[in-house]
């Protein structure tokens, strides 16, 4: 029997000065290879620093960082490490950047002796040979610039299908980061949407963590501090947005509910949002919280210590109640609001049951009641 402890990666909370040093202050021994979107660098002002050290051969840079990331995404940063032979990686952005991160990590050694082709990649994303073949992983340090996805503590990285046809998750214990460095000074320059779906993406990861199925006592407390932590100061934030205290709260609440998710996964609401943010490219946070409220009731009877779940809910006036009004002025949470055409449900139905996501719900979902759900949304 093989023991694994409950959270892996070293944390530490920083600033913008451990930012440069982190740059600057590399082990000069390691090869090391930055991925961070060339705008966020010059908005961060390190950009000098990683080009000085490219210069002296000692670092390689991945300057672009798509969001939602495809095969190809993951093709294209391969070819620009090339045969650099990175031996740590710093990822410096939000839940894509580092899961470009993880896939170099896990599919450089393993790639580096044939033709990179997004075929190749498909395959390797399709038969998990990242996870039961031998190879290196290179070790990541993760920095997120965003209060939401909790990558930098998880194990899991999502890449998107370029044909729009399904979802892929690199998961496996060898691509958690080896150090999670938090600044919350980053998240200053989210504007408030992007605030906003990655605080719900959070909000999102810590409910469903609590009633997953692999859920235990410590993951439903670390979750329910998460949520309470979400819920007191996402609306906060929309409305101060330059506040370093409230945006450290988000960071927190993000950080609690990455490290209950890590060992869960999530469930229905995830699975349910896959195929809306595919199909139609509305934010993987705004996509979950769609059903969170919906799915929350269902799940309810089934859930131990439901009622502890559902007080936190009503200090904050209800769930659905508060996600409208954190939402106001920002968007409306309705499927019509992002011009999803009624007769779109049924393809979304189509595409909501990702294995190990829908079926790590307490409660096996129909797609009648996934129909159900997003017309309630609608």
Same mark, same amino acid.
């Given at each position: 029997?093989?023991?694994?402890?409950?959270?892996?990666?070293?944390?530490?909370?920083?600033?913008?000065?451990?930012?440069?040093?982190?740059?600057?202050?590399?082990?000069?021994?390691?090869?090391?290879?930055?991925?961070?979107?060339?705008?966020?660098?010059?908005?961060?002002?390190?950009?000098?620093? *990683?080009?000085?050290?490219?210069?002296?051969? +000692?670092?390689?840079?991945?300057?672009?960082?798509?969001?939602?990331?495809?095969?190809?995404?993951?093709?294209?940063?391969?070819?620009?490490?090339?045969?650099?032979?990175?031996?740590?990686?710093?990822?410096?952005?939000?839940?894509?950047?580092?899961?470009?991160?993880?896939?170099?990590?896990?599919?450089?050694?393993?790639?580096?002796?044939?033709?990179?082709?997004?075929?190749?990649?498909?395959?390797?994303?399709?038969?998990?040979?990242?996870?039961?073949?031998?190879?290196?992983?290179?070790?990541?340090?993760?920095?997120?610039?965003?209060?939401?996805?909790?990558?930098?503590?998880?194990?899991?990285?999502? *890449?998107?299908?370029?044909?729009?046809?399904?979802?892929?998750?690199?998961?496996?214990?060898?691509?958690?980061?080896?150090?999670?460095?938090?600044?919350?000074?980053?998240?200053?320059?989210?504007?408030?949407?992007?605030?906003?779906?990655?605080?719900?993406?959070?909000?999102?990861?810590?409910?469903?963590?609590?009633?997953?199925?692999?859920?235990?006592?410590?993951?439903?407390?670390?979750?329910?501090?998460?949520?309470?932590?979400?819920?007191?100061?996402?609306?906060?934030?929309?409305?101060?947005?330059?506040?370093?205290?409230?945006?450290?709260?988000?960071?927190?609440?993000?950080?609690?509910?990455?490290?209950?998710?890590?060992?869960?996964?999530?469930?229905?609401? +995830?699975?349910?949002?896959?195929?809306?943010?595919?199909?139609?490219?509305?934010? +993987?946070?705004?996509?979950?919280?769609?059903?969170?409220?919906?799915?929350?009731?269902?799940?309810?009877?089934?859930?131990?210590?439901?009622?502890?779940?559902?007080?936190?809910?009503?200090? +904050?006036?209800?769930?659905?109640?508060?996600?409208?009004?954190?939402?106001?002025?920002?968007?409306?949470?309705?499927?019509?609001?992002?011009?999803?055409?009624?007769?779109?449900?049924?393809?979304?139905?189509?595409?909501?049951?990702?294995?190990?996501?829908?079926?790590?719900?307490?409660?096996?979902?129909?797609?009648?009641?996934?129909?159900?759900?997003?017309?309630?949304?609608?």
């Amino acid at each position: 029997m093989s023991y694994l402890p409950f959270c892996s990666v070293e944390i530490e909370f920083s600033n913008m000065q451990g930012l440069h040093d982190l740059i600057n202050e590399y082990n000069k021994d390691k090869k090391t290879l930055v991925i961070c979107d060339s705008f966020t660098t010059d908005l961060w002002d390190i950009t000098k620093d *990683i080009e000085a050290a490219m210069k002296l051969g +000692h670092m390689a840079w991945i300057d672009k960082c798509p969001g939602n990331p495809t095969q190809q995404d993951i093709l294209n940063a391969l070819e620009k490490v090339a045969d650099f032979e990175p031996e740590q990686i710093i990822a410096v952005g939000g839940g894509s950047t580092i899961d470009i991160a993880k896939a170099v990590s896990a599919f450089y050694d393993l790639l580096k002796k044939e033709e990179i082709t997004i075929a190749n990649i498909t395959k390797v994303l399709k038969e998990k040979t990242y996870a039961t073949t031998e190879h290196n992983f290179i070790d990541i340090i993760a920095v997120p610039s965003a209060a939401g996805t909790g990558s930098e503590v998880t194990r899991f990285a999502t *890449i998107w299908d370029v044909d729009k046809v399904s979802k892929f998750s690199i998961d496996c214990q060898q691509n958690y980061a080896k150090k999670a460095i938090i600044i919350p000074e980053l998240t200053l320059t989210l504007p408030k949407r992007l605030t906003l779906s990655t605080g719900l993406d959070a909000l999102s990861h810590a409910t469903e963590a609590f009633w997953a199925k692999p859920t235990n006592y410590l993951v439903k407390d670390i979750a329910l501090r998460a949520i309470d932590l979400i819920m007191t100061n996402l609306p906060k934030v929309l409305a101060d947005p330059d506040n370093i205290t409230l945006r450290t709260a988000m960071s927190r609440g993000a950080l609690l509910a990455g490290i209950a998710f890590a060992k869960t996964r999530t469930t229905a609401c +995830h699975s349910i949002s896959y195929p809306i943010t595919m199909q139609y490219g509305i934010e +993987h946070g705004l996509a979950c919280a769609l059903s969170l409220d919906a799915v929350s009731k269902i799940n309810r009877e089934k859930t131990e210590l439901a009622d502890m779940l559902f007080e936190v809910f009503q200090k +904050h006036g209800g769930l659905q109640n508060w996600i409208d009004k954190t939402c106001e002025g920002i968007v409306q949470l309705r499927l019509s609001y992002f011009n999803v055409p009624k007769e779109g449900i049924d393809k979304i139905v189509e595409g909501t049951f990702t294995k190990g996501r829908m079926d790590n719900n307490p409660v096996d979902i129909t797609p009648e009641q996934v129909k159900e759900i997003l017309l309630s949304v609608y």
